[in-house]
């Protein structure tokens, strides 16, 4: 692989980086402007009965997800 070559590679994947990130920098102010998804019970925040275990498996699970999301942009990005 010639030199030209090899910084075209390298600056696609920077772009590609760029884009995801950009992403994910856009999706997470869309998220923090948007009021929280309606449950069946008080918000966590309001409610003593939700144990410190089970916001943690919440929160763990939203991250997850995140992952998710941004991984499946990262490949359209690249795609």
């Given at each position: 692989m010639s030199s030209s070559e090899k910084e075209q590679s390298n600056t696609d994947?920077?772009?590609s980086l760029k884009v995801a990130i950009a992403m994910a920098l856009?999706?997470?102010?869309?998220?923090?402007?948007q009021p929280p998804p309606p449950t069946?019970?008080?918000s966590s925040s309001s409610d003593p009965s939700e144990?410190?275990?089970q916001k943690w498996k919440r929160?763990?699970?939203e991250r997850k997800q995140a992952i998710l999301r941004l991984k499946e942009d990262l490949?359209?990005?690249e795609g």
């Open positions: 994947s920077n772009q856009l999706r997470s102010k869309l998220v923090q402007k069946h019970h008080l144990s410190d275990a929160k763990a699970k490949k359209e990005a």
